[in-house]
């Protein structure tokens, strides 16, 4: 009996090629897209020329073919250089597209998938709202159907490409008597009359990530534009969030090793009391510990990713995952910036960044009460 925990060689390959690409030509964008609060948008059309930006789809829908581990060392790689522009990247590769590649009709993922991947088009998904966060059941956007349109009314908040999308899933109630299973998602075209953008939302942390706040007034969509043509999508909903959550994993992973690379260098340079910093043995037992964190994240992403990619149910391994990692990845933050002193608060050095992105980790894609609850609820008995 034998049980095989290594990445296959074309992983490999994929994670050497993400890596030499995130540090050539995203790199040098950074500083401009966080001093301006602005995405550099032409990166999708360029990671779609090269199958990276939805590399997980199949090869029929122009992605890559890859699996969900691949998807989690794209993350991984953006997240090590800049977690705001991985921010948009992720909502597009997840949250933005998944809906369409599982429910969606092939009609629809011949209009909204197949340019997505490409990086013709830009997604985004819309499900919180001013009232409505941790507890989405109680969203009160709704479509009303008349003939063969619905008129969606509705207000959303925090939408990560919301000004910069082309297309937007929306989550309404179809149903209210429902609670979550009236729920159906449509694909609203960014141009379609009654789809505004209220306001760009400036933020503390992932500046370079455009994050805005939606209004929906009188929007009238075609019946056609539900997705999967069927009413009732929370499980669509549902499998959307579960499977962000393990990309999220590659995303805190990333975040980790980026700051762990830039404070290690740091402490092997940094002089005081007459000896470089990491000559004190309890800073070489931060920066072992860390390399043990970054070791487990890494494990429990890709176990949670080749379940997913099985087809087994892994709610409570993604939940896992995303508890897990995103508060391991700022406590190795938090003490990355100890390290650094007086410089770590200073903004000329990175660092901060890093600190101020990773803040968020525990609020995008569910707060650590929804995931113990969600870990809980799995166990006998729970
Ligand atoms: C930068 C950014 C990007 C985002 N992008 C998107 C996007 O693209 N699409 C989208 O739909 N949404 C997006 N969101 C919204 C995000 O998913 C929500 O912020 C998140 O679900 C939490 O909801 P909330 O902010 O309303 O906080 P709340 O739900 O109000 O929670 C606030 C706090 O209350 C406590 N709390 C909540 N629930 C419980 C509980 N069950 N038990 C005990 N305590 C609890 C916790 O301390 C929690 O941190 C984004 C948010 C941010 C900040």
Known sequence: MSMNFDLSEEHRIFWDAMASFVDKEIAPLVDEAEAKEE?????????????????????????????????????????????????????????????????????????????????????????????????AASITAKAIREGDEYIINGTKTFITNGSICDYALVAAYTDPTQRAKGISLFIVDRDNPGFHVTRKLEKAGLRSADTAELAFEDCRVPAAKLLGGEEGGFVQVVKTLVGGRISYGGRCAGMARGVFDITKRYVEDRTQFGRPLIKFQVNQFKIAEWAMYIDIMHTITWKAAWMYDLGRDCTREASMVKLFCSETAQDIINQAIQLFGGYGFMMEYPIQRFWRDSRVLTITEGVPEIHRGIIYRSLDGG
């Open 39 to 135: 995405f550099p948008v032409p990166l999708f059309k360029r990671l779609g020329e090269l199958g990276y930006l939805c590399c997980r789809y199949p090869e029929e829908y122009g992605g890559a073919g890859a699996d969900k581990i691949s998807e989690c060392l794209y993350m991984e790689e953006l997240n090590r250089i800049c977690a705001g522009i991985a921010s948009c990247l992720l909502a597009h590769a997840t949250l933005s597209t998944s809906p369409i590649y599982d429910f969606g009709t092939e009609a629809q993922k011949e209009e909204y998938l197949v340019p997505a991947v490409q990086g013709d088009k830009i997604g985004a998904f819309a499900l919180t709202e001013p009232n409505a966060g941790s507890d």
